[in-house]
């Protein structure tokens, strides 16, 4: 079992950056490759950014290249996604995930955070 807890979704402006982080505790933290998605109502839930093990390689949907950038600390079992320009359309429950593969599909993630609100005003 991996638990995981993410924090630092907020309400934030038009072209603010946030920072999100998401703790890990449980099994090995680096069995596994780390994801952020996000959902909005009556939507899917919406692959925004992946990191494998080590950190060498990261992985981001459409809507996040160029503005937002994962990483990761094994020592302390952490998972952060820095946001930059954010739009309305940023605007979504964002969740920590985690899965033995490396993958963009949310079917194949066995383990998921709570979720984190971050809303952007105009």
């Known amino acids: 079992q991996l638990q995981l807890v993410e924090s630092g979704g907020g309400l934030v402006q038009v072209g603010d950056s946030l920072r999100l982080s998401c703790v890990a505790s449980?099994?090995?933290?680096?069995?596994?490759?780390m994801a952020w998605f996000r959902q909005v109502p009556g939507k899917e839930r919406q692959f925004v950014a992946g990191?494998?093990?080590?950190?060498?390689?990261?992985d981001y949907g459409d809507s996040a290249k160029g503005r937002f950038t994962t990483s990761r600390d094994n020592a302390q079992k952490m998972m952060y996604l820095h946001m930059t320009s954010l739009n309305p359309e940023d605007t979504a429950v964002y969740y920590c995930?985690?899965?033995?593969?490396?993958?963009?599909?949310?079917?194949?993630?066995?383990?998921w955070g709570q979720g984190t609100q971050v809303t952007v005003s105009s």
């Open positions: 990191v494998n093990w080590n950190g060498a390689q990261t």
């Open positions: 449980g099994e090995t933290y680096t069995d596994y490759y």
């Open positions: 995930a985690a899965s033995t593969i490396i993958t963009m599909s949310r079917h194949a993630f066995a383990y």
